[in-house]
């Protein structure tokens, strides 16, 4: 399986705001799997406004999946979403996310989902939650040979890059994985674009790739 990390790099006013507003998508993909919260300007929402998802849809199955502490599968989106409840990091309020890792995995498996976006740590709030992502590194590389992935796309938060990257190292090595480690994608940046100015001198703006021009598309 090929190990792709998806390095985000995000924009002053998300950093401040605290809020993910873009999202780039990858083309091809049969799933992606995010964190059941849909309440608000998070990654869950930025996906949505990507690919045109109803809204209401997704804090419906969210409510559902956090209250099952499950994760749920919905087959009518494409690609195909993988819900998984909200966890707490390291502060320890959800001891069950060996468990939780495990059971998508056994969905993507019955699925047979050969290319998966992994979509929770992109947009990373305070520290890097090494505890947690350890305990996923783990089940993922030790689970390797039961899975159907070809490719995992993981998403990771351009301010913890190095941190995700030593960690890497540790966990591979104790499943003898080749040293050359993970290959690196950098994600496409979004940044505001003024294109337009109102008669009253303001200007309007769209959230768009910043590779793109002023008449970018809108995200």
């Known amino acids: 399986m090929r190990l792709i990390f998806c390095v985000r790099e995000h924009t002053f006013d998300e950093i401040q705001m605290g809020h993910l507003l873009g999202f780039p998508a990858i083309l091809g993909l049969d799933a992606i799997s995010a ?4 309440n608000g300007f998070t990654p ?11 809204r209401e849809q997704l804090e419906a199955a969210s409510a559902q ?3 099952r502490q499950e994760v749920a599968v919905i087959k009518a989106l494409s690609p195909t979403l993988l819900l998984v409840p909200r966890t707490h990091g390291d502060e320890g309020r959800l001891p069950n996310v060996n468990s939780l890792i495990a059971d998508l995995l056994a969905a993507v498996s019955h699925l047979k989902v050969r290319s998966l976006h992994f979509t929770h740590f992109g947009f990373v709030q305070g520290r890097f939650p090494e505890m947690e992502v350890r305990t996923i590194l783990e089940t993922l590389l030790g689970s390797l040979h039961q899975s159907s992935l070809d490719v ?5 938060d351009q301010r913890v890059l190095n941190d995700m990257i030593k960690l890497y190292s540790r966990v591979s090595s104790r499943y003898q994985l080749k040293p050359r480690g993970p290959e690196i ?3 496409p940046k979004f940044t505001w674009h003024p294109v337009a100015t109102t008669p009253d001198g ?5 959230f768009a ?10 995200h």
């Open 152 to 156: 995992l796309y993981w998403d990771i």
């Open 202 to 206: 303001h200007s309007l703006h769209v």
């Open 35 to 38: 964190t059941a919260n849909a």
């Open 44 to 54: 869950l929402t930025a996906i949505a406004r990507t690919y045109g998802w109803q």
């Open 185 to 187: 994608y950098m994600a």
């Open 65 to 67: 999946c956090n209250h």
């Open 209 to 218: 790739d910043a590779r793109e021009t002023a008449t970018g598309s809108l």
